[in-house]
């Protein structure tokens, strides 16, 4: 069973600054809900009740954000406000939700590794916050379904323009059998252009036996100086199954809103504020309007 999700959430948010300066970037609301509530959700709507924050400094938000907020809840019970207690009390009860600290941030690896007391012997999830799969499209459950079928590790990729590649970790493949499955032979973190195996992109979603552990704990540093899960995935894919290892993954063609970069984190807001039922009517109006305009001098 897998039962325990880890949601790496120490990075820095560089890009985001100077927004990021005082603010976690996983709490920038996409529409009306942080960013890193949309990706507990998905873990809750999978079916995990269990869930860690690997966090780091000026994190404490987060904490906050999933704990109950009485003052808050009173002043919001006073006005009757029923809609937005519910909404208040709702990202306090998705889960049982843990944190432990990241010391220093020395890449993705190193972060997994930090979830392996909790973790255990045991398969679990990893979901990245940057990528925010969409709820109509249960993508975790069918990567724990192909966990059952197989066993070791199992990644989600996704196809992606060529020119996109070098952005992405890409996977050597094979087929596996069924039409979204994927043997994964090899991967490399963000190669050339010229050096890339395919056009299969991993995305922030893995399912990882307890073996990535072992292999993470003598990982060495890559070029940036960080521990890659890439490096550790590329161990376990050679690896003999009766070992934890062995590599598969599930094809992704659903909907995908990546809020690693500013363009994207925008085009997340408004790709999800037009499926509102109290916003999109109004939004998708709106737009028409804007993008049929003619703005001169910068005026829009």
């Known amino acids: 069973m897998v039962r325990k999700a880890v949601i790496p959430a120490a990075g820095l948010g560089t890009r985001f600054l100077p927004a990021t300066k005082a603010t976690p970037k996983e709490m920038l609301p996409v529409v009306d809900r942080p960013a890193i509530q949309y990706v507990v959700e998905e873990a809750a709507a999978a079916g995990f009740a269990d869930i860690l924050l690997i966090t780091g400094r000026n994190k404490r938000a987060l904490e906050d954000h999933f704990d109950r907020a009485y003052e808050l809840e009173h002043a919001l ?14 990202s306090a009860g998705l889960a049982h939700i843990h944190y432990v600290r990241q010391g220093e941030p020395r890449g993705l690896g190193h972060a997994v590794l930090q979830a392996a007391d909790h973790v255990g012997d045991e398969p679990f999830a990893v979901l990245l916050g940057d990528d925010l799969i969409d709820e109509r499209d249960p993508l975790l459950t069918r990567m724990i379904e192909v966990r059952r ?33 994927m043997r994964v032979r090899d991967l490399v973190e963000k190669p050339p252009l010229e050096a890339a195996p395919s056009d299969y992109a991993v995305i922030g979603r893995y399912v990882l036996d307890p073996a990535v552990f072992r292999v993470l704990e003598v990982t060495p540093p890559g070029r940036s100086g960080e521990i890659q ?7 376990l894919a050679a690896m003999p199954p009766e070992e934890g290892g062995g590599v598969h993954g599930v094809v992704f063609t659903g909907r995908r809103y990546d809020t690693g970069d500013k363009l994207g984190w925008l085009q997340a807001t408004v790709r999800l504020a037009v499926r509102r039922d109290d916003l999109g009517a109004d939004l998708r109006a709106w737009l028409q309007e804007f993008v049929a305009g003619d703005f001169p001098d910068g005026a829009a």
Request: no cysteine; net charge negative; proline share 6%.
């Open 77 to 90: 019970e006073q006005r009757h406000d029923d809609v937005r207690m519910a909404e208040v009390l709702r």
């Open 149 to 181: 079928q197989h066993g070791g590790s199992v990644i989600a990729l996704m196809r992606v323009p060529r020119e996109s590649l070098p952005l992405y970790g890409v996977a050597a493949v094979e087929p596996a059998g069924a039409e979204d499955v």
């Open 229 to 235: 899960l890439t490096d550790a995935l590329r161990v």
